[in-house]
């Protein structure tokens, strides 16, 4: 089974603190992605990655950054946390196994407070 | 502008009936649809995944169609269960690279006894 870990479920950080969220998978998978969600907008995506130390702007980049230094290792930055980044993060990750065949893999979230 | 909508936002049945759940979209060029089950609380779940050329797929009790023509999608689930109380989301992808896929917002569905 597909495992995607993300190091907290729960996050409480002032606004101006700068905030790292983890994520882990241990499929060997070459994607990997920072979403988040929020009520009534569904899933953003905020960055992703094809390779180790490749990284490309989602929908709202804006105020986050991302590294990957290792295949299995994705991490979401908040440079200086802001009460609107108050939302649910989640991490997925992904294999290209052709054409309409590549599913999404999900870790279980990270819910920041920013106040 | 590529969207996915669906409805209802919210259903509440009674263990044991059957519901049925709607996506529309207007992504383009499609690739394919999926419908991703999302426990409160957890990462969402694939459940079932079509293409341009599917029209119906079966996963258990939840049942997709795809209407490539008139861009709609449902997700029928037979002989609801306590378990099944989670949101559903339907997910549209574009040709080209995993990143391009567009979230519809979920349906928050109660099975109650």
């Known amino acids: 089974d597909v495992k995607v870990t993300q190091s907290s479920r729960y996050l409480v950080k002032r606004t101006g603190e700068k905030v790292f969220l983890e994520c882990v998978q241990d499929?060997?998978?070459?994607?990997m992605f920072w979403y988040r969600q929020d009520p009534g907008l569904g899933l953003r995506l905020i960055y992703f990655s094809y390779d180790v130390k490749m990284k490309e702007k989602g929908d709202i980049p804006e105020g986050y950054s991302v590294s990957r230094e290792k295949k299995e290792r994705f991490s979401l930055i908040l440079e200086s946390a802001s009460t609107s980044q108050t939302s649910m993060y989640l991490c997925?990750?992904?294999?290209?196994?052709?054409?309409?065949?590549?599913?999404?893999?999900f870790g279980p979230g990270t819910r920041l407070l920013v106040l | 502008k590529n969207q996915v909508e669906q409805s209802p936002q919210s259903l509440i049945i009674l263990e044991g009936k059957n519901c049925t759940l709607q996506?529309?979209?207007?992504?383009?060029?499609?690739?394919?649809l999926r419908w991703y089950k999302q426990d409160t609380g957890r990462g969402p779940v694939s459940l079932t995944i079509?293409?341009?050329?599917?029209n119906t797929k079966s996963n258990g009790r939840y049942t997709a169609t795809l209407d490539a023509d008139t861009k709609q999608s449902s997700l029928h689930i037979t002989a609801s269960q306590l378990s099944d109380s989670a949101s559903y989301i339907c997910?549209?992808?574009?040709?080209?690279?995993?990143?391009?896929?567009?979230f519809g917002t979920g349906t928050r569905l109660q099975v109650t006894l």
């Open positions: 997925a990750s992904s294999t290209y196994r052709g054409p309409s065949l590549e599913t999404q893999y």
């Open positions: 499929m060997d998978h070459e994607n």
């Open positions: 997910v549209v992808s574009r040709t080209g690279t995993a990143s391009k896929l567009t």
């Open positions: 079509m293409t341009f050329s599917e």
């Open positions: 996506c529309n979209y207007t992504v383009s060029p499609f690739s394919n």
